[in-house]
Nanobody
Framework: VQLRETGGGVVQAGGSLSVSCTAS????????LAWFRQAPGQGREFVAA???????YYTEPVKGRFAISRDNAKNSVSLQMDSLKPEDTAVYYCASGEQGWTGNFYYTEDYISYWGQGTQVTVTS
C-alpha cells in the first residue's frame, strides 16, 4: 500500500497552493483520508480529514483557508490551500485510516494506518 503526494512548492504569503495524494495497493473508498503537517523543529500536527461520506474536519488555524476533497473513483485526496501564511510552511503528509470513531478522534494520529512520504510547502513573507 502506498500513498504518494504531489504538488507543494514555494509560494508568497497570501497565495494559493494545492497538494494531492493518490493511493495504490488497496481501495480507500471506506477509509478516512487526512492531511498532517510538520514544521521545522516541531512535531507533526493534524490539518484536515475527510470521511468517505464527505464529512470534513479542520484544525482551527486553517479553517476558512484550506479545503479538503476526495475522489473515491481515483482513490485520491486533495488539499486546496488559500491565503497561505508563513506559519503554514511545513512538510505535508497524506494519511489514511479506518473510520467509525467519534469525531474528536479524527484530529489525532491514533487511527492512521498509512502515511505518504510528505511534500514540502514553503510560504515566503
Amino acid at each position: 500500500v502506498q500513498l504518494r503526494e504531489t504538488g507543494g512548492g514555494v509560494v508568497q504569503a497570501g497565495g494559493s497552493l494545492s497538494v494531492s495524494c493518490t493511493a495504490s495497493g488497496r481501495s480507500f473508498t471506506n477509509y478516512a483520508l487526512a492531511w498532517f503537517r510538520q514544521a521545522p523543529g516541531q512535531g507533526r500536527e493534524f490539518v484536515a480529514a475527510i470521511l468517505s461520506g464527505g464529512r470534513e474536519y479542520y484544525t482551527e488555524p486553517v479553517k476558512g483557508r484550506f479545503a479538503i476533497s476526495r475522489d473515491n473513483a481515483k482513490n485520491s485526496v486533495s488539499l486546496q490551500m488559500d491565503s497561505l501564511k508563513p506559519e503554514d510552511t511545513a512538510v505535508y503528509y497524506c494519511a489514511s485510516g479506518e473510520q467509525g470513531w467519534t469525531g474528536n478522534f479524527y484530529y489525532t494520529e491514533d487511527y492512521i494506518s498509512y502515511w505518504g512520504q510528505g511534500t514540502q510547502v514553503t510560504v515566503t513573507s
